[in-house]
């Protein structure tokens, strides 16, 4: 009997046409946008408008872009500018666009060991932090925001490839782990603020700097380039990439809060 159920599956998906069996798209994105919440609560309004499912691999932007440029995945959608605008230049993607922003804070304990607590200058808080050798968790995983944080400390000044010792922690993950490992060292660490708004275990951790301009965090969306890579699904990724930066799509991520407060502010086409 399991053999004549393997054949009848078989021809019921052989009989199918094309396009009833790839009705989805791959999109390789950031932790971020999967930790926080934001797919779950756009990808359904998406799927039930369109037909299209959307199949999410979330990981750090530079492997997202790997995936892009391996051909692996229809639409990628990330944060960081500089390494997104040299995957198009390569030819590897259509064209970026910007879909949305938030901002990075600086995450650490409440007994805060560096004395970093109610400053605007993210800058000034790592330099604090590295005198103190108090205890920091990076990302460490070429994310969108481990390269924010590593133009930080260039910014200020600090080698942290040579500087780093045991109190600089690289976890080698994705933010929520980062966050946890974090909260179990009651260490400071550089989060995007809609995971940070979704996490859960905090322990002693709360937001200690906030509101510096080289903080914004700011995601972009772009097509594979099927003129690189045959199996790319252009039509339904464009359709994707038209949802999210048409009015509705916006409209769909202001309306995305946690406890009362937004975590992602639409600007496609700003």
Not at 28 to 46: M, V, W, Y
Not at 156 to 163: H, N, P
């Amino acid at each position: 009997m399991g053999v004549i159920r393997t054949l009848l599956l078989t021809l019921v998906c052989v009989s199918l046409p094309v396009g009833a069996q790839q009705r989805y798209i791959t999109v390789a994105s950031t932790t971020s946008t999967e930790q926080s919440g934001l797919f779950k609560h756009l990808l359904p309004i998406f799927e039930k408008k369109t037909g299209i499912q959307v199949r999410v691999v979330a990981l750090g932007t530079g492997q997202a872009l790997d995936m892009g440029r391996r051909g692996d995945a229809d639409v990628v959608f990330v944060h960081a500018k500089p390494l997104e605008e040299k995957f198009v230049a390569e030819g590897y993607g259509v064209r970026r666009q910007e879909v949305m922003y938030n901002d990075f804070v600086l995450i650490g304990p409440k007994a805060d060991p560096a004395k970093v607590a109610g400053g605007k200058d993210a800058v000034l808080a790592l330099q604090k932090i590295q005198k103190a050798r108090a205890p920091f968790v990076s990302r460490g995983d070429r994310s969108g925001t481990h390269f924010a944080e590593l133009e930080l400390w260039k910014a200020a000044g600090i080698d942290i490839a040579r500087d780093k010792d045991s109190w600089y922690r690289e976890t080698g993950q994705g933010m929520g782990p980062a966050l946890n490992t974090a909260s179990a060292m009651n260490a400071y660490v550089l989060s995007d603020r809609g995971t940070w708004l979704s996490f859960k275990n905090r322990g002693e951790l709360a937001i200690l700097v906030e509101g510096d301009r080289r903080l914004f965090n700011q995601y972009g969306i772009i097509l594979v380039n099927p003129a690189k890579h045959l199996g790319v699904k252009r039509e339904m990724g464009q359709a994707f990439i038209d949802w999210i930066i048409s009015n509705e799509g916006q409209d769909a991520i202001a309306a995305y809060k946690i406890g009362g407060e937004q975590l992602f502010f639409p600007n496609a086409g700003s």
